[in-house]
T-cell receptor, first 112, second 112 residues
Framework: QKEVEQNSGPLSVPEGAIASLNCTYS??????FFWYRQYSGKSPELIMS????GDKEDGRFTAQLNKASQYVSLLIRDSQPSDSATYLC????????????FGTGTQLKVEL | NAGVTQTPKFQVLKTGQSMTLQCAQD?????MYWYRQDPGMGLRLIYY???????DKGEVPNGYNVSRLNKREFSLRLESAAPSQTSVYFC???????????FGDGTRLSIL
């Protein structure tokens, strides 16, 4: 059973809209969560880290964490075509030792 | 500051050949990781090294070996390449604790 789950998409949003990407995790003891962006043919790039319940904002990106619901989300405001990519959610799980557990990613398409 | 550097970037092998993928980091990472990524499969952990001098198997270790030569370098070896090992290989490093992973640019490996 995959410990970090994401909808594979594709999620299509019009340019300028808010894109909402969701992730759930099974290990209630997980403490650290990360969002990576991966363009086609490129390596994953860290865009957000979140460690405590609530929202964390960085420019057009907001990460949200709800540990009680075991839910992490990424909001992208004013979506641009350049945001079109696959977004990977990752968690540092207590049973994972020094490893991060990655979801399989959600493909986002921002349409003109 | 180069971050995580992988060599080579591309390689074509014949079935049965051997080769070593190199990874070096200059980011004070204690832990290092090797992943493969295939279409629709997400990132799959091959091997990792929690600290210098230690290595552990990940999800898909068969057909691979690793060496943590020193803190900076973590290599992945294919002793007898098989077409099923055609993939994109990513090396990543992580400082430890609740820190994220940082990825290299990847090696695109084709085995004929």
């Amino acid at each position: 059973q995959k410990e970090v789950e994401q909808n594979s998409g594709p999620l299509s949003v019009p340019e300028g809209a808010i894109a909402s990407l969701n992730c759930t995790y099974s290990d209630r003891g997980s403490q650290s969560f990360f969002w990576y962006r991966q363009y086609s043919g490129k390596s994953p790039e860290l865009i957000m880290s979140i460690y405590s319940n609530g929202d964390k904002e960085d420019g057009r990106f907001t990460a949200q964490l709800n540990k009680a619901s075991q839910y992490v989300s990424l909001l992208i405001r004013d979506s641009q075509p350049s945001d079109s990519a696959t977004y990977l959610c990752a968690a540092h799980t207590t049973g994972g030792g020094n490893k991060l557990t990655f979801g399989t990613g959600t493909q986002l398409k921002v349409e003109l | 500051n180069a971050g995580v550097t992988q060599t080579p970037k591309f390689q074509v092998l014949k079935t049965g050949q051997s080769m070593t993928l190199q990874c070096a980091q200059d980011m004070n990472h204690n832990s290092m990781y090797w992943y493969r990524q295939d279409p629709g499969m997400g990132l799959r952990l091959i091997y990792y090294s929690a600290s210098e001098g230690t290595t552990d198997k990940g999800e898909v270790p068969n057909g691979y070996n690793v060496s943590r030569l020193n803190k900076r370098e973590f290599s992945l070896r294919l002793e007898s390449a098989a077409p099923s090992q055609t993939s994109v290989y990513f090396c990543a490093g992580r400082e430890g604790g609740n820190q994220p992973q940082h990825f290299g640019d990847g090696t695109r490996l084709s085995i004929l």
